[in-house]
């Protein structure tokens, strides 16, 4: 793990690659651009960029009516307004027709920082997962978004896609290949699997080398539809699954892997590492995954004891 970039850098080069491949495709944000970067994708198509000011209740309505017109709207602004400021858009507008926007949330999780708790949206996945037709995606690194937004650009039908502001480390190489609907078993271990999404993959990688024993660890790139067969399978063959993410523990992450599990009756018990049903606060993102036990020491903390 090296080298840095924010999954919303990310974001913003694929989004330009996609400029070259299809008219069609088209950008709106919220007044956001250089922040989101989708500034990337006006760069080298302005015609088909689209500022829509502070007003993302009408640029989804927006995006909806032009993805009517045989358009590809690729949507942004920051999840905090995105998914909840523009929720009855996104649910009335977009995915009760079902149509073809993708919205691509960037500084999204507690990483956001200095924003403080009115920016850091730890409700955004719960929101998104519970809407019918809607698809979630959260990469956990620069190459994953990449495959995610071609993903996404190629799936039919709406898209949330959660990214962050934080420069994070590489975990996937170039030539990860990403699977719509699976998860990736980044570490084999025994007793123990950790599950994490975004950001969290990264910490609990670091997490397990603090360990004094192996952990399985697995990155879930699609929230929903979510990967129930590799779930099912990890659960018989544990003791026990933790999921660890950049989230309120209601209704992300932990949530879609127990409504997987819960009707199995497979004897592997679950703990939920997040948000605890908490608001943020301000302060650098270093010190708040530490203040909020969502740092590497604080994760293997956890781990050891409920190994234990």
């Not at 603090?210 to 018989?236: G, H, R, Y």
């Amino acid at each position: 793990m090296s080298n840095k970039i924010a999954t919303r850098e990310a974001y913003g080069k694929a989004l330009a690659e996609l400029a070259k491949e299809n008219e069609n495709v088209v950008v709106l944000d919220a007044d956001l651009s250089k922040s989101t970067k989708t500034a990337d994708f006006k760069a080298v198509s302005p015609e088909r960029f689209f500022n829509m000011g502070i007003a993302e209740a009408n640029m989804m309505g927006v995006a909806a009516g032009l993805s009517t017109c045989g358009k590809i709207p690729f949507v942004s602004t920051f999840a905090m307004f995105a998914a909840g400021r523009a929720f009855e858009q996104i649910r009335n507008s977009i995915c009760y027709p079902k149509l073809n926007v993708k919205v691509c949330a960037t500084h999204a999780g507690l990483t956001v920082g200095e924003d403080g708790a009115s920016h850091q949206t730890v409700e955004d996945l719960s929101l998104m997962r519970s809407i019918p037709n809607m698809k979630v995606f959260q990469p956990c690194d620069a190459k994953q978004t990449e495959e995610i937004i071609k993903a996404v650009y190629s799936i039919e039908g709406p898209c949330y896609v959660r990214l962050g502001r934080l420069g994070v480390e590489n975990v996937y190489d170039e030539n990860y290949k990403f699977e719509f609907g699976k998860g990736n078993v980044l570490k084999k271990g025994s007793k123990v699997a950790i599950i994490a999404s975004g950001l969290m993959v990264q910490e609990s990688l670091k997490a397990s080398e603090l360990l004094n024993f192996v952990p399985t660890i697995i990155d879930i790139p699609t929230i929903k539809p979510i990967d129930k067969k590799l779930i099912i399978e990890t659960a018989k063959t544990h003791d026990v699954i933790v999921t660890v993410e950049e989230h309120n523990i209601y209704g992300g992450l932990g949530s879609a892997v127990s409504e997987v599990l819960a009707p199995e009756g497979i004897a592997c018990r679950q703990y939920m590492l997040g948000m605890q049903d908490t608001f943020g606060r301000s302060g650098k993102p270093k010190d708040l995954l530490d203040y909020y036990g969502l740092d590497a020491k604080h994760i293997a903390e956890k781990i050891q004891e409920i190994a234990e």
